[in-house]
């Protein structure tokens, strides 16, 4: 059975920081594409960051260039989000998703296989 477990999240003061966790468990981690997204109250889901199988390509929601760091450890089977110098705009449950890939670039994907649970980032100014 796969799982993937988001962990992290918390309330934090505007301009600082948390790190987002997402293990995984149940599958080929290094098979897959891993994202994140979050999505604030009555907002639509949206992308944040992406990494490719072997963590060499990366891209990223303009509004987060700069303050957030994607990466990945395959050998621990997770994938991180560095946030910094938080916003009260980011303020959203966050979620990792996974999607099976062939290549090692970044694919814009339209379906998931797998989502992770969610966790709450609150941003407070």
């Known amino acids: 059975q796969v799982r993937l477990e988001d962990t992290g999240g918390g309330l934090v003061q505007a301009g600082g920081s948390l790190r987002l966790s997402c293990a995984a468990s149940?599958?080929?981690?290094?098979?897959?594409?891993m994202d994140w997204f979050r999505q604030a109250p009555g907002k639509a889901r949206e992308f944040v960051a992406a990494?490719?199988?072997?963590?060499?390509?990366?891209r990223y929601l303009d509004s987060v260039k700069g303050r957030f760091t994607i990466s990945r450890d395959n050998a621990k089977n997770t994938v991180y989000l560095q946030m910094n110098s938080l916003k009260p705009e980011d303020t959203a449950v966050y979620y990792c998703?996974?999607?099976?890939?062939?290549?090692?670039?970044?694919?814009?994907?339209?379906?998931?296989?797998?989502w992770g649970q969610g966790t709450q980032v609150t941003v407070s100014s």
């Open positions: 998703a996974a999607k099976r890939v062939l290549g090692d670039i970044v694919f814009r994907i339209e379906e998931y296989d797998y």
């Open positions: 149940g599958l080929t981690f290094s098979s897959y594409q």
């Open positions: 990494v490719t199988r072997s963590g060499g390509g990366i």
